[in-house]
């Protein structure tokens, strides 16, 4: 157990709909990290915040956002959901800016 | 483009082997080189890497990085069953944090 958590750990949706994941952070980690990873594609980096703030940005589609709250937890919102969008959504949280980075178990999105 | 490859995809061998996995690299402002195992869910962090030469070792497994020739193996000695998983490589850019991964190495580990 890497001490990060996320929810839902399972979401069917259909085409078009929008989700929210949440992620919270081990204790005192102030990064958190967002990962997809799909068969074809592999773990993509999406996007990382530290202490509130966006640090970087990966491969995030435009349909895709994500926050990060005083309590340091964060969510990563999906809108316009498409069939491609399936896959698993990890969040990783970290101790400064650019730590090592521990896993949360991931929230795996089935989009209908 | 940045990009991180692995080699070999996949592997079986039998309990008792030892295998050397392999992790190339082409990254700008390269910060550190991770090695993180997936089993069934979350990657699970093993090593993180940032200086040529210096071995970094837990239990059976052991790592290096080579920072001239950009490359990283992965040892895993006496393998077990338990060591089936797919074996990604990582390379963090910049100090922002960015993880690059490679495509990972299946793994699998015959009684």
């Known amino acids: 157990d890497s001490g990060v958590t996320q929810t839902p750990k399972h979401l069917i949706t259909a085409t078009g709909q929008r989700v929210t994941l949440r992620c919270s952070p081990r204790s005192g980690d102030l990064s958190v990290y967002w990962y997809q990873q799909s068969l074809d594609q592999g773990l993509q980096f999406l996007i990382q915040?530290?202490?509130?703030?966006?640090?970087a940005k990966g491969n995030i589609l435009e349909r895709f956002s994500a926050q990060q709250f005083p309590d340091l937890h964060s969510e990563l919102n999906l809108s316009s959901l498409e069939l491609g969008d399936s896959a698993l959504y990890f969040c990783a949280s970290g101790g400064g800016m650019a730590d090592t980075q521990y896993f949360g178990p991931g929230t795996r999105l089935t989009v209908l | 483009e940045d990009k991180v490859v692995q080699s070999p995809l996949s592997l079986v061998v039998h309990e008792g082997d030892t295998v050397t996995l392999n992790c190339s690299y082409e990254v700008t402002n390269f910060r550190s080189l991770l090695w993180y195992k997936q089993e069934k869910k979350a990657p699970t962090f093993l090593f993180m890497l940032?200086?040529?030469?210096i071995e970094k070792k837990s239990g059976r497994l052991s790592s290096i990085l080579d920072k001239k020739e950009l490359f990283s193996i992965l040892n895993i000695t006496a393998t077990q069953t338990g060591d089936s998983a797919i074996y990604l490589c990582?390379?963090?850019?910049?100090?922002?944090?960015?993880?690059?991964f490679g495509q990972g190495t299946t793994l699998q580990v015959k009684p």
């Open positions: 990582a390379v963090e850019a910049s100090n922002t944090g960015k993880l690059i």
């Open positions: 915040y530290y202490n509130g703030e966006e640090r």
């Open positions: 940032t200086s040529s030469g």
